[in-house]
């Protein structure tokens, strides 16, 4: 089976570490530097980097999603959270590449500790943000040593083969999708910054500009990006910066004669014209660069969070109707590949990869797949205890009797992003099995059912999911909920819920993940998610109040859940999303799907100890 | 009946504004200050104060525990948080002094917005934090003006008859009480203070001083401080700051040889010897007086939580074994106050007043009793909606057939310091009351049922005590949890429960109040609070858990629950709650309480619908 949008192969060898390691440091010594720090990040700082930009991985064969190395003369060290522990000393050649703590330690310390005197430590000020680089800067420096802006990135010049920067066609995002035309977007962020006191806006998010603008484009697999920076003026006007072999007739009419195009490589040079202005721009998330030039060029610069990151995680009900509908077209595929698993997985024969290409093959199978939202986490047996596992060739399992498999995917539709996972049990569980299962369950029926106060946070709704869990002594190392865009990031910010404590409300529109989990290192692990839309409540009592409508539809596996454990307001939630999951999927299915779908979405009895 | 330790009269008088304002603007004229900050606070910065310090209510007859005034030539604010919005209005006289949002606006935006060009407005370098003393400037100087540190307090100048300072005697905190010798308390404090490189630790709050020299004192009202001033070494000695008319042989045999006895008024002077030292202290609690002489003297300052704060929340052994000790006796105080109140109150002719001395005079049958631990809630009706009222007898209401009757109080024993709130129904309550107790007290059994791992912040738990409100368009304005002083602060930091990211996991010792609540403003108010003590699981499954010990002793009210409610393992908390109230308490009651408390605890059962 042929797949289009991800492959398995085996991406990292660790036998590249040495030459390029060697080739780095001799071209560190000719620019009279003495280290150089490399983190797995692009000029727009967002979780998704093009080839191009995957730097990290090529230097030292590590490639999570996020990390960073620090290069000295004689030493180097990779810096990885907790997620990647594993990840990374199996991947990178650790004689060359310590692997290290990026929280408890992070290179500041790191280099604080080791740094030698008098010593030059690059960095490229286009690839870290201004607040990340300020407190490394000040830990260079307790070592005597200084941090030193490269004018060009020293591990471009020796990657012969570096990938081109990407180059494809930017496409308008249709106002039937977006639901908020792009004039009147630009305005009101406009007016936003002008009354924080700014003349300017400087964007570098990819999401923030692809939504301003309502663009989006092919430059990154799995995410639906555009690559571009942008200035908004306080008129609403703006000028986008973009590599012209993205642009099209069709786009110049898209955005109108109040957006002034200009080269990609124009950027940083524009920034000089703001000399004198007040300017905003967003120290977490905008380059070092972009502060240095500003300064440099005597504009007055205002420390601004990227107005659209929240302005865009607010879906307007245009956007939420896509996204029910990308989900109703995303639960039939994942119906129609429950049903098959069910028929096929028992007879054996069955693994990761077939299960996977086949989850594809379905999705492909709907006009609308623009892409899927991510690789899919495709694990079997002890594999699903790996939250951010993902199969290649050389780490696929079978899928067995008796034990579980876990299946975490998603679609990009040009009216939504989806991300769901579903855990089935394949023959028969054990008792253990189905006690965690329904621990899970019963902590994603606690945050689906929560009703809670504008103004509330994540981290204050983040412990109901695990409280089925926290009674019987368990818990799982992730957050809980992560924001998703309308067909762009499945990662997206400000909100989130988890045991982290960010300051960001909740509010009507944001969507977010439901995914409490629970993982049995070496056995199995189980992780049950759906999408929400955070709304209002129809009927608020003393107060109003917000609430989560589901969207996400697609049965959850009966044989793993244990009624004795829940309650009859538990068992009426599952009955009834069953229930709504089979009058909406059914009409759009064929008929063995159907007929297996009845069944998976049978009615739960109570049951008396 | 003669209270001893509360007293019910209006203390604020609106008329005397006029005068003292007038004064203190002369006396600021004459000094040349077009301007003076009257904070609500001490040279310690705790949230108890002495008569003496009460400037804040001096001029502007509000007596909140918690306020800023700001004085310019032609205008004045008070700034307060929400809980005193009305009582500041009602006190202070509006057309003099402005009563405006101490949070969302402050005085540093107000003095911004407000003070003359070229002014000076002054403040008592000893009455603020380093912390919140240079955003101020900061406010003050964009406005033109400068913020001058006074030599003296403007205000003291004018205050003919100011209370003088207290001059209680100190007293020996017992080992028995303690559990912890004052020198092993300094010297790991001490260790502590030195791995963050400091030579020397400023100490100025008054419970961490206590805490570490294990002392008391009756310096205030309510709360046992002995107050004073200290300088840890990283030896571990320390030099004491205290007016010698507090001392004894006692105390002086008790503090030993590695402590240093200085007068009170020699702490400033005594910074200045520390030059070229590192010194830590604590800028969001020491005085910017104490920053500035450090600096001034070319010491090397370590901005540094206090870390006696963290230890002296994290109860051992001893003082937990004490703190339960004080609740049974509180408890018993208790059962003989709703005995009676159950007898008296639906006979007619009770009133807020009466059934506070009541309950005072109970309590003061404790041989063990030093002191209330604050000023009895006693709120009838419509005043048990003001989760702060305090009874006055202007506003003494009687207590009502039909009407609910709520009581917040607490006893300061030498061995602990307790907190209790009990709603009672005198009559019949209407359903909504049944309704809205019950969901209070779910929430209450949730968050005192809740297990949670290691590192777990009270943000995280909070929302336990809220979902049953919440789910019924509900909410209560008021954190949830509070920490409470062995023999201390009925307040203590760093811990709480609240909507509020206090970056604080909960550690096994630490005492912190449940008091969910309901108010329905001119109606009735209702809250059940117990204290309880983190403790480890006994049963910790995979992971190392935590779990809550209630401490307090006594009945809730079951005329106010409705089990149609509840589910069985709710009511069957409450009945072994019940259950182990009435077998602690009934061999310490006289046979009139015991028959009374066998009813008041009896089984509820379980009911369908």
Known sequence: MKTTFQSFDDVSDSSTCAPRLAALRAELAARGLTGLLVPRADEHQSEYVPKRAERLSWLTAFTGSAGIAAVLKDKAALFIDGRYTLQAAAQTDTALFEPRDLIAEGPGKWLEANAPKSGKIGYDPWLHTQSAIEPLAANVEKAGATLVACPSNPLDAVWSDQPEAPSAKALPHAFNLAGETAESKRRRIAEEAKAKGAAALVLTMPDSICWLFNIRGRDLPHTPFALAFAILAADGS???????????????????????????????????????????????????????????????LLRLADPCQLAKACKNPVEVEGMRKAHIRDGVAMAKFLCWLSREAPKGGLDEIAAAEKLEAIRATSEYLADLSFDSISAASEHAALPHYRVTRSSCLPIKRDAIYLIDSGGQYPDGTTDITRTVIVGTPTGEMKDRFTRVLLGHIALATAKFPEGTMGVQLDAFARRPLWQAGLDYDHGTGHGVGAFLSVHEGPQNISKRPVAQALKPGMVISNEPGYYKAGAYGIRIENLVVVRECADPGERKMLEFETITLAPIDLDLVEPLLMSEEEINWLNAYHERVRETLSPLLDGETQRWLAHATRLVQEESP
Not at 258 to 263: E, F, K, N, S
Not at 276 to 297: M, Q
């Open 238 to 300: 703006a000028d986008l910066f973009i590599d012209a072999r993205k642009t099209s007739p069709e786009l110049l009419a898209h955005l109108g004669q109040a957006v002034r195009l200009h080269a990609y490589t124009d950027f940083a040079p524009a920034l000089d014209a703001l000399k004198g202005k007040t300017v905003a721009a967003d120290p977490n998330t905008a380059a070092a660069a972009i502060f240095a030039r500003l300064e440099k060029a005597g504009a007055k």
